[in-house]
C-alpha cells in the first residue's frame, strides 16, 4: 500500500509541486547514504583481508609442519 501512495504521489508532483513535500516526507531522508555504504565496503574489504591472512597464517604453519615431518631422519 505504500508503494500505491508513494507512486501516486509523485505521479501528483507534476501536477501540483506543492504535493512535492509530502513526497519527499514519505520517501524519507537520504542523507548519508553514500558514507554508510562507503563504510559499509571498507568494513567488509577489512574483514575479507583478516580472514584470508588468517587462511595464509594457518596453511603456512601446517606446510612447515608437513616440511620437517617430511626432513626428518626418523627411520
Known sequence: MLFYIRKHIKNMTIDYPSSAVLYNKIRGSR??????????????????????SMFLYTYKQHSDRVVNLVA????
Open 72 to 75: 626428518s631422519e626418523y627411520p
Open 31 to 52: 542523507n548519508g547514504q553514500a558514507m554508510i555504504e562507503y563504510v559499509i565496503m571498507t568494513v567488509l574489504l577489512l574483514s575479507t583481508a583478516v580472514i584470508l
